[in-house]
């Protein structure tokens, strides 16, 4: 069951997918569309999630689950990661690839492999003030408090 993003609470289980690219405008109309109708049908068990999605910056899904109603399990969340490997390839995509940083460039978002992003660290082409997108965030209130964050302040601050 579809709940608005903000309705949900803090405590509840997010995973993000990052895009190795910005999304058209026509492409998130078309997502968002599909996500609506997977978060609708989306169940456990049998019994359907409270759950919802954000779209981010034309280049993050952020799924989200109430799991006080009903915890997401291993068939819901393999059935999430065939709905993103759909857009995947109906987009020519990557978004399962856990190997690649997004970070701010000034006003734009940009992605690089990790080892890039290494090097980049390494030739202060971005430093620990850089702010990254921690996708290793795990609830609601973490993403709000820790997305977004410098740096240095995240995982990435090894590269420093």
Not at 35 to 47: C, V
Not at 146 to 159: C, L
Request: charged share 25%.
């Amino acid at each position: 069951m579809y709940i608005p993003f903000e309705n949900l609470p803090e405590e509840s289980k997010i995973w993000i997918y990052q895009s190795n690219r910005k999304f058209s405008d026509e492409e998130m109309v078309e997502i968002e569309n599909d996500l609506k109708e997977f978060i609708e049908n989306w169940a456990a068990h049998g019994t359907g999630l409270e759950a919802s999605y954000l779209l981010k910056y034309n280049r993050f899904i952020v799924l989200a689950v109430n799991q006080h109603v009903q915890q997401a399990t291993g068939c819901s969340i393999d059935s999430s990661v065939a709905f993103i490997q759909n857009i995947e390839q109906k987009y020519a995509v990557d978004l399962l690839d856990k190997m690649n940083v997004t970070f701010k460039n000034g006003e734009h978002i940009a992605h690089k492999s990790l080892i890039d992003f290494k090097r980049m660290a390494k030739e202060k082409a971005v430093t620990s003030n850089t702010i990254v997108f921690n996708n290793l965030v795990n609830t609601i209130e973490e993403f709000n408090e820790n997305w977004e964050v410098p740096a240095g302040e995240s995982w990435h601050s090894r590269f420093f």
